[in-house]
């Protein structure tokens, strides 16, 4: 029988694929509502008409955020990132990450701003199983993280059989709100 993996992940991160114009990308507005695609092809971005987003947009950043840091911890890893292009708007510089080992099948994932404390739904209102004192044992699942200096993915494989549940350098560009990547259809959340 096969356990199911959770994962659970907070905040919001942006990346891309590295293309110019990815019209499956992350769309910052770069026109207004009727622009046409020779006045926004003129303004130097980039124009893919699609319902219910931006046609005109900015072109995607080659990479968003790179790993500056890397700490291995007792129960797990914390990982510092920096932002290399901020064409995306106000982004988070340096962004943290809090990635948990919490049980034998559970992965706890935080991406957060470690210089502005952000509100967080009370333990009452919403119990949360407590860390645990050391690392948990028969885990059972692997984990990959980018290494120093590249753009930073994560990704997260069963032990046995090698199956990947959750891969975030596999998202074709966007915003991650909730998370944009690639998951096992199984994973429940």
Same mark, same amino acid.
């Given at each position: 029988?096969?356990?199911?993996? /959770?994962?659970?992940?907070?905040?919001?991160?942006?990346?891309?694929?590295?293309?110019? =114009?990815?019209?499956?990308?992350?769309?910052?507005? #770069?026109?207004?509502?009727?622009?046409?695609?020779?006045?926004?092809?003129?303004?130097? =971005?980039?124009? %893919?008409?699609?319902?219910?987003?931006?046609? #005109?947009?900015?072109?995607?950043?080659?990479?968003?955020?790179?790993?500056?840091?890397?700490?291995?911890?007792?129960?797990?890893?914390?990982?510092?990132?920096?932002?290399?292009?901020?064409?995306?708007?106000?982004? @988070?510089?340096?962004?943290?990450?809090?990635? &948990?080992?919490? &049980?034998?099948?559970?992965?706890? /994932?935080? @991406?957060?701003?470690?210089?502005?404390?952000?509100?967080?739904?009370?333990?009452? /209102?919403?119990?949360?199983?407590?860390?645990?004192?050391?690392?948990? %044992?028969?885990?059972?699942?692997?984990?990959?993280?980018?290494?120093?200096?590249?753009?930073?993915?994560?990704?997260?494989?069963?032990?046995?059989?090698?199956?990947?549940?959750?891969?975030?350098?596999?998202?074709?560009?966007?915003?991650?709100?909730?998370?944009? #990547?690639?998951?096992?259809?199984?994973?429940?959340?």
């Amino acid at each position: 029988m096969l356990t199911p993996v /959770v994962l659970l992940l907070t905040l919001h991160l942006s990346v891309s694929d590295g293309s110019t =114009c990815n019209p499956n990308g992350f769309r910052k507005d #770069c026109g207004y509502l009727g622009i046409q695609q020779p006045e926004c092809e003129q303004k130097g =971005c980039c124009w %893919s008409p699609k319902d219910h987003i931006p046609w #005109c947009f900015f072109p995607n950043p080659s990479s968003v955020y790179t790993v500056q840091k890397t700490t291995k911890t007792s129960l797990g890893y914390q990982i510092v990132l920096a932002i290399n292009d901020s064409s995306i708007g106000q982004a @988070i510089s340096p962004l943290g990450v809090n990635i &948990t080992f919490q &049980t034998a099948d559970r992965l706890h /994932v935080k @991406i957060f701003d470690p210089n502005n404390k952000r509100w967080e739904i009370p333990r009452e /209102v919403v119990p949360y199983p407590d860390l645990p004192a050391s690392m948990p %044992s028969n885990v059972q699942y692997t984990l990959g993280v980018a290494p120093q200096g590249k753009e930073f993915w994560f990704a997260v494989q069963r032990k046995v059989g090698g199956e990947t549940l959750f891969n975030s350098s596999a998202a074709s560009g966007g915003e991650m709100s909730g998370c944009i #990547c690639a998951f096992k259809q199984t994973v429940w959340f």
